[in-house]
Nanobody, 127 residues
Framework: QVQLVESGGGLVQPGGSLRLSCAAS????????IGWFRQAPGKERDGVSC???????FYADSVKGRFTISMDNAKNTGYLQTDRLKPAHQAVYYCATDVVPLFPRPRWDYDTRYDYWGQGTQVTVSS
């Protein structure tokens, strides 16, 4: 059974950091892309970052230079390091994977590309 479980969210002051984790089970993570999305109250879910199966990384313009995506294949876990957080980054963060590929493959920041999602982890940025 394919499953993704996020963790690492919490309350952080502006300028702080969090490392979000996405633990995968039921499949081997490094064969597929891992995408991170976020959704703030009253807003659409937006793509934040993605690491594809060939190791290519992608970032939304709003997080370039602040967030870093990575994978630990030995742990079958993906990570999103979030630095210099600000209130605009506050949202529920989700990880997702594209186990069943679509052709043509949608862009990394289209949620239709992904077929398995985690339950989300809340990131709150407040002083």
């Amino acid at each position: 059974q394919v499953q993704l479980v996020e963790s690492g969210g919490g309350l952080v002051q502006p300028g702080g950091s969090l490392r979000l984790s996405c633990a995968a089970s039921g499949f081997t993570l490094d064969y597929y892309a891992i995408g991170w999305f976020r959704q703030a109250p009253g807003k659409e879910r937006d793509g934040v970052s993605c690491v594809s199966s060939d190791g290519s990384t992608f970032y939304a313009d709003s997080v370039k230079g602040r967030f870093t995506i990575s994978m630990d294949n030995a742990k079958n876990t993906g990570y999103l390091q979030t630095d210099r957080l600000k209130p605009a980054h506050q949202a529920v963060y989700y990880c997702a994977t594209d186990v069943v590929p679509l052709f043509p493959r949608p862009r990394w920041d289209y949620d239709t590309r992904y077929d398995y999602w985690g339950q989300g982890t809340q990131v709150t940025v407040s002083s």
